[in-house]
């Protein structure tokens, strides 16, 4: 079946770095590519979305980027702060939403 | 303001047991609402989705359940626990009158079976 994964799940990164998570998916036919972030003991929070027809869309401190030829989805995290610690779930949507296993970012201090 | 209210958040039950999990959520009228399960280490893996009162979608075959009985009420059941049901378990939502591709979670609840 389709299936939305990642290619590394843990990222450790210097703070006040830029952070970059990776995702593969697999569905050509998927109308949006989402991110999540989930802390600890906590529910997932939508972070930003990104249509299918787009390769690139910016939010606050947040840019996604969607690669379709290769099928690759990135999440770029400006000036990397504590409170990014977190694991980031992508996702895919076509008649609903598939999480992928998800990367946990690690704030070094 | 939309809220969403899981409870209980943590809960041990002995195999064999029944589960009542339950989710309301508050400010928002028709919306969809989404069960998830959650294994340690792993992804959010979809149960149960409802678009509206009395309807209920079911993704996996499993030993759970899911009722609406009213529209901004979910919860999930199981007549017998099985070890393998634990996880944490999520409720969600969303609303097509917001971001459809925006759902909102609940704080989950952690399931243990013994």
């Known amino acids: 079946g389709e299936s939305v994964g990642l290619h590394l799940p843990t990222l450790s990164v210097q703070e006040g770095d830029n952070s970059i998570i990776n995702c593969a998916y697999s569905n050509s036919a998927s109308d949006y590519f989402i991110w999540y972030k989930q802390e600890s003991g906590k529910g997932p929070q939508f972070i930003i979305d990104?249509?299918?027809?787009?390769d690139k869309r910016q939010g606050q401190r947040v840019t996604v980027l969607l690669n379709k030829t290769v099928k690759h989805l990135s999440l770029q995290i400006a000036a990397t702060q504590p409170g990014d610690s977190a694991v980031y779930f992508c996702?895919?949507?076509?008649?609903?939403?598939?999480f992928g296993k998800g990367t946990r970012l690690h704030i070094l201090p | 303001s939309q809220t969403i209210h899981q409870w209980p958040a943590t809960l041990v039950q002995p195999v064999g047991s029944p589960l009542s999990l339950e989710c309301t959520v508050e400010g928002t009228s028709n919306p969809n609402l989404y069960w998830y399960r959650q294994a340690a280490g792993r992804g959010l893996q979809l149960l149960f989705y409802?678009?509206?009162?009395?309807?209920i979608s079911s993704e996996v075959p499993q030993n759970l359940s899911a009722s609406r009985p009213q529209d901004r009420q979910f919860i999930l059941s199981s007549k017998k626990l099985l070890l393998s049901d634990s996880g944490f378990y999520l409720c969600?939502?969303?609303?097509?009158?917001?971001?459809?591709?925006?759902?909102?979670f609940g704080p989950g609840t952690r399931l243990t079976v013994l």
């Open positions: 996702a895919e949507k076509s008649d609903k939403i598939i």
């Open positions: 409802s678009v509206g009162i009395g309807q």
């Open positions: 969600a939502w969303s609303n097509l009158l917001a971001d459809p591709n925006e759902q909102f």
């Open positions: 990104i249509r299918s027809n787009m």
